[in-house]
């Protein structure tokens, strides 16, 4: 029992990663109609937004006491954090919590990345074929993942969860289990925190008046037109938050995964089979297939099924794509005529 809620809690935090970039690229298709292959840079770019937020936190004020020397007779430099020396105790706190703290950072940079990337190229692939938008899309996935790799380099590069969920904690006394079942507090967090992001994206395009209207636009974008609004300036938008919604996410997993410089591929590749699976243009579909084959790739990934069947947990997402499209072709929560010629 303890190895099969294990397993579940495994699949339902990477589910949320999952869940979360294909959120994101369901809401860029279903808007705008484009396969957007660049989608996983700007996972990675919001990682790379908590790792410069922590940089920045580091920087420190050297001063010379002139009246201490070290053991070899030159002057004793004093190193402190200038955050620390202008914010004191909060300052500490900061840095500490520079991973959650990072998001202040992360949501202005990634919409305002989201919204020149839609202005200056994706805006000129509107009608294309989507073949045209996967190649520039993916050639500027590329780009940015060199650039990333020119500044920061090509190791991973750790960033350390809070201090106050830097531990376990025993989820099996949820149960009636006992201390028996332990799991790493930050994966909890983050689970939690992505249930939060895609119950407010949501009810942002579910219960406001804006969000309404795009979802007007998404089923016919020609009418709400004709009554006089600038859908496509609503469009935008919703690219820049599809951005946020990466972003946030790549920031929050970097606890559990040090960011590198093609994490944003890595997960690219998994998010559209959660897409394709899910129903192309369906964001419940994306999201309830990213919590399934999340807990699917966990479950097989576990010994004894590895034992059976080498390698399975690598191909199991491919494998219940291909089984799903078989008998599904629009995949689980797919709407008619998407993708159909």
């Not at 990072?102 to 940079?109: N, T």
Request: overall charge neutral; glycine content about 12%.
């Amino acid at each position: 029992m303890d190895a099969i809620l294990l397993q579940v809690l495994n699949g339902l935090d990477k589910g949320g990663a999952y869940a979360l970039i294909a959120l994101g690229l369901t809401l860029v298709f279903g808007t705008l109609g484009v396969v957007n292959f660049a989608h996983g840079a700007l996972f990675m770019l919001g990682a790379f937004c908590a790792v410069t937020f922590d940089k920045l936190l580091k920087l420190e004020s050297v001063v010379v006491d002139p009246e201490k020397t070290t053991a070899w007779g030159s002057k004793l430099e004093i190193r402190t954090p200038y955050v620390e020396a202008w914010l004191g105790d909060f300052g500490k706190v900061l840095h500490d919590y520079s991973v959650p703290a990072s998001i202040l950072l992360a949501i202005p940079v990634m919409l305002a990345i989201g919204i020149v990337m839609e202005r200056g190229l994706i805006r000129h692939f509107y009608k294309r074929p989507h073949a045209d938008q996967i190649l520039v899309t993916f050639g500027l996935a590329i780009v940015i993942q060199e650039v990333i790799k020119h500044f920061f380099g090509a190791n991973p590069i750790p960033q350390p969860a809070p201090p106050a969920f830097s531990g376990t904690a025993y989820v099996g006394t949820l149960f009636g289990m006992g201390q028996t079942l332990a799991y790493p507090w930050w994966r909890i967090i983050y689970l939690f925190f992505s249930l939060a992001v895609i119950g407010a994206v949501l009810a942002f395009l579910q219960f406001t008046t804006y969000g309404m209207v795009v979802r007007a636009g998404m089923h016919d974008r020609q009418t709400v037109g004709f009554l006089g609004i600038d859908i496509q300036r609503r469009f935008t938008v919703v690219f820049g938050l599809a951005a946020v919604v990466a972003g946030v996410a790549g920031v929050m997993y970097t606890p559990i995964l040090p960011p590198d410089y093609h994490m944003g591929m890595d997960f690219l590749v998994l998010s559209f089979v959660v897409v394709v699976v899910g129903g192309m243009g369906s964001l419940s579909g994306a999201v309830a297939a990213g919590f399934l084959l999340g807990i699917l790739q966990s479950f097989a990934s576990m010994n004894e099924i590895n034992s059976l069947v080498p390698g399975i947990d690598h191909i199991i997402i491919y494998l219940v794509a291909v089984v799903v499209l078989l008998t599904l072709p629009r995949g689980l929560l797919g709407r008619k005529g998407v993708m159909e010629e």
